[in-house]
């Protein structure tokens, strides 16, 4: 699909692309942000993988989180936005109706604590990955809490783990699938310049 596409050259272009979605089907997430700066995105999934996870780890650490007064945080699969502002890290979290549910705000202390790994493209991960072109890597980012961290799966590129999202379903529109994976990037870079410990290898 990217066979002759150079992928440092459009890095070049994520203002525009990431521009160019906020203004389209994302729009809302500007709506949400109340004016605060998006510097970066990407999406967010749940690790089914891990137990906790499913469980009530996700909420109980949630509920300890000292700022925000006890929230509840959905172990189905909804979408999840990251967005990086500033020194923040804000996760949105979406109710079955697709409406903002949760606004969580991860600052830099919390950041400092908080971890990235790639993982192994297996399984479904791996089937994922792929819909979006060979070279796209998964991330499991773990966020520090009061109580349990909040892990979420992330890619190199912009994808949702489940197949009713149209954002993330396979698409032969190959401009789109690049420009999602330059934001997807773009994001991991610009957090990464930020928190040494949340910086993973970026090549292409």
Do not use: C, R
């Given at each position: 699909m990217f066979q002759s596409t150079d992928f440092v050259a459009e890095m070049n272009n994520a203002e525009n692309y990431k521009t160019k979605f906020l203004n389209a089907e994302l729009s809302f997430l500007t709506k949400q942000m109340e004016g605060r700066s998006i510097d970066a995105f990407n999406y967010g999934n749940l690790d089914y993988s891990t137990k906790d996870s499913v469980k009530d780890g996700l909420k109980d650490g949630l509920k300890s989180m000292a700022t925000l007064g006890t929230v509840k945080f959905h172990t189905v699969q909804t979408p999840k936005y990251l967005i990086l502002s500033g020194s923040d890290?804000?996760?949105?979290?979406?109710?079955?109706?697709g409406e903002i549910s949760n606004h969580l705000i991860f600052n830099a202390s919390r950041l400092e604590k908080s971890t990235i790994s790639e993982i192994p493209l297996e399984g479904m991960i791996k089937a994922f990955a792929k819909q979006k072109g060979d070279?796209?890597?998964?991330?499991?980012?773990?966020?520090?809490?009061?109580?349990?961290?909040?892990?979420?799966?992330i890619f190199s590129a912009l994808v949702f783990t489940y197949a009713t999202s149209g954002a993330s379903a396979f698409s032969l529109n190959t401009q789109k699938n690049l420009e999602e994976i330059i934001i997807a990037t773009d994001f991991l870079k610009k957090i990464g310049a930020k928190y040494a410990n949340l910086k993973v290898d970026i090549s292409f």
């Open positions: 890290l804000h996760l949105l979290d979406t109710d079955t109706e070279n796209v890597k998964a991330y499991k980012i773990s966020l520090a809490t009061d109580g349990n961290p909040i892990e979420l799966i």
